[in-house]
């Protein structure tokens, strides 16, 4: 009987260290996620005054060997602004998005 028990033990075992890796990991990234989010509405609120509303969408884009952060956002009183940043400590480059009048 134990000879049954062991492998099934080391498999349970096996899945309990895989689900704990893989929570960590997701753990891990939320928390990435929540800190560029917060150092950007940091910055849009002393550079440009702006309680941030929702963010309209965000995606990476690779340049090199690196990967760049880009999305855009808009404000509580409606104005919208791009972001961008090369490397996650950096500041991040803002622009205001104005209408185009041709």
């Known amino acids: 009987m134990t000879s ?3 492998p099934a033990l080391r498999a349970a075992l ?3 260290l895989a689900a704990a890796t893989s929570i960590g990991a997701a753990a891990q990234q939320q928390e990435a996620v929540e800190q ?3 150092l ?3 910055q849009l609120k002393q550079s440009y005054n702006c309680d941030l509303a929702t963010i309209l969408y965000v995606r990476d884009v690779p340049v ?3 990967t760049s952060m880009e999305g ?4 509580i009183d409606e104005r919208e602004f791009e972001f961008s940043r090369m490397r996650s400590h950096e500041k991040f480059t803002i622009h205001l998005c104005q209408p ?3």
């Not at 855009?72 to 404000?75: H, N």
């Open 4 to 6: 049954v028990l062991r």
């Open 14 to 16: 096996a899945l309990q």
């Open 36 to 38: 560029w989010q917060a």
């Open 40 to 42: 950007l509405k940091l």
């Open 64 to 66: 090199g060997n690196l």
């Open 72 to 75: 855009r956002i808009r404000c």
């Open 100 to 102: 185009a009048v041709c």
